[in-house]
């Protein structure tokens, strides 16, 4: 069942996409796309390999320029030109890899590349590990994200300690989108379990997420709506409830 | 010191637990060595404490340099050389300058000369390194051979250029507050990079560029940049170094530093530095100095022919390397 997307949900769009068009040299990858997220929807990108999710998600990142079409963000027209763009207006991402130092705390890791400064005895200036660490603190409580000793580096963490890790990192510079790519992949399953709970509290706290996914069910028990792509354009918005894995399937694989 | 740095010097602790064990081992063997042979202490003779650091302190510059590029998860091989061709030109131009001025100025301008040439041979690393994407055991051994040309082609083919500077001399083999300089200069450094490494932005990204690239590259740090600085820091180092023998030896010598680099090397890994990057401190590194200085000292105590003593450091840096191996990454 497909409806339009003014329909699908209450919120003001967080973020809205029209018409985006992407060329590289002779492959289209992207001709026409449409996606909108509201407030605190989270929505699922899915589409076989080569559909056009990662260009797309690289869209919204500011990665690469649309050739055609336009980026809305909170109802603002937007030109992403670079991933520091994207950020300042409230777009955060979490990669498959996770991007974390595995030397370095919780803390740390938050702030890697903007750490806060202060003056010891008054003049010299060095990093201010501790308000990194309160921050840390902060959000970790503020997701109940349990971790043993944060101060340590993350080091041997679990996959899905690490995944919350970055979550956390994402929260605390108030990403008004997060947009996971493959949140589970790399998961065994309890630790799937958990990261499903995780994008699930945050949807209960009004973050609005994209989740790039190939996992039908972990679509299924987290998304209020399905976008599908096939090879770079629009095949189906879908509302979760009102469909089934078999259409989402089909959709990917041939089109509406 | 925060609560934060006290876990963080914890962690760290683990890596330089062999270091330490290696060292007390190492002292307390020449202890009694010294105690059954001569009667006499080892370790609570100030002469000995005194040499050692003296036998330490140039190396230990190169190694700072050296540890903040291990970090990185690069390697320097180039230090031995680069070493070698800034005391030339510091020689160089100390005997261009010293006719026209004072002992002083002219001084300083042979000191400006040494780091600046081998800050500019680091960055010629970091070019290769990071803009070229060469790995760095090939790019700055490359760079070793070029400055080893140099350097013999700057000496005008002889083995040294000798110079004559009081000051110069005083740094050499003068002492402070009883004190030897070269001790001093090595102390200046540490401190220095042990500021920047554990309480500025630039160390850190040493430590994150180290653990994860493409993350740090993803958080926006500007990875390539950051490289060239570290290799341009390692030149710098090995230029300071290049002034420390030029003041050792009253000379310039093309060779001055090649046997310094297996030690300065050494000296980073047995500091609990781990050779696939994201680890190591600047401690661990004068750990691992005191480490070598002493395991090299020692053989000179016990007679044996001076030749052991890259036999023993070669040995000890394959141990450390097999250590490192085994614990893994990160413990």
Redesign the interface.
């Known amino acids: 069942m497909t409806l339009s997307q003014q329909e699908a949900s209450g919120g003001m769009p967080i973020i809205s996409l029209r018409g985006i068009g992407k060329q590289f040299g002779a492959v289209r990858a992207l001709n026409n796309v449409d996606l909108e997220v509201r407030e605190g929807e989270v929505v699922a990108l899915v589409g076989d390999n080569g559909a056009g999710k990662s260009t797309m998600v690289k869209i919204m990142l500011g990665v690469f320029m649309p050739d055609s079409g336009e980026i809305r963000v909170r109802g603002q027209v937007q030109s992403f030109v670079t ?2 763009d994207a950020r300042a207006a409230g777009i955060e991402t979490i ?1 498959q ?9 919780i ?2 890791n938050i702030y ?4 806060p ?1 202060r003056r ?1 005895f008054g003049f ?4 201010d ?2 308000a ?2 309160r921050a840390a603190l902060n959000v970790t409580t503020h997701l109940d994200i349990e971790i043993a ?1 944060p ?3 993350l ?2 963490m679990s996959g899905g300690q690490r995944q919350a890790v970055a979550i956390s990192r994402a929260i605390h510079w108030n990403a008004r989108l997060l947009i996971m790519d493959e949140p589970t992949a790399a998961l065994g399953v309890p630790e799937q379990r958990r990261v499903i709970e995780l994008i699930k509290s945050l949807k209960m706290k009004g973050v609005s997420i994209i989740i790039v996914s190939h996992n039908m069910n972990d679509v299924f028990e987290v998304a209020d709506r399905i976008v599908v792509l096939l090879r770079g354009e629009n095949a189906g918005n879908l509302v979760a409830a009102q469909t089934s894995h078999e259409e989402v399937v089909q959709r990917m694989v041939r089109g509406a | 010191m925060t609560s934060a740095s006290r876990s963080k010097s914890a962690f760290q602790i683990m890596g330089q637990f062999w270091s330490v064990a290696f060292l007390v081992v190492a002292l307390i063997s020449l202890e009694i060595w010294t105690q059954i042979q001569y009667g006499r202490t080892f370790v609570f003779s100030a002469y000995n404490i005194q040499a050692i650091l003296v036998l330490a302190s140039i190396p230990l510059i190169i190694a700072i340099g050296q540890t903040f590029v291990i970090v990185s998860g690069g390697i320097d091989l180039s230090t031995g050389y680069v070493l070698g061709l800034s005391s030339v030109a510091a020689a160089q131009v100390l005997n261009l300058a010293s006719p026209h001025m004072d002992a002083l100025p002219a001084l300083l301008v042979a000191g400006a000369a040494a780091v600046l040439v081998g800050a500019m041979a680091g960055r010629v690393n970091g070019f290769i390194v990071a803009t070229l994407g060469v790995p760095p055991f090939i790019g700055t051994l490359g760079v070793f051979g070029i400055a080893r040309g140099m350097a013999y082609l700057l000496a005008g083919g002889g083995s040294t250029v000798a110079v004559r500077n009081p000051i110069l001399e005083a740094m050499g083999n003068g002492s402070i507050f009883g004190v030897r300089a070269p001790i001093f200069f090595a102390a200046i450094v540490l401190i220095v990079a042990y500021y920047a490494l554990r309480h500025l932005r630039f160390g850190q990204y040493v430590y994150a560029i180290g653990a994860n690239r493409s993350a740090a590259e993803r958080v926006g740090i500007n990875v390539k940049r950051q490289i060239a600085s570290i290799y341009t820091l390692s030149g710098a180092c090995a230029g300071i170094a290049a002034l420390g023998c030029c003041a050792r030896y009253s000379a310039g010598a093309p060779q001055a530093g090649e046997p310094m680099l297996l030690d300065s090397i050494a000296m980073v890994v047995i500091g609990g530095a781990s050779l696939f990057g994201g680890s190591g401190t600047i401690i661990g590194t004068l750990i691992g100095a005191l480490t070598i200085a002493t395991v090299q000292y020692g053989l000179v105590v016990v007679n044996v022919e001076p030749f052991w003593q890259f036999i023993t450091v070669g040995l000890i840096i394959i141990a450390a390397v097999l250590i490192d191996q085994a614990k893994g990454k990160f413990l």
């Open positions: 991933p520091a990669y890899d996770l991007a974390l130092a595995g030397n370095l705390s803390g740390e890697l590349g903007r750490e400064m010891a010299l200036p060095v990093m590990r501790e990194m660490h000793n101060r340590r580096p080091g041997n």
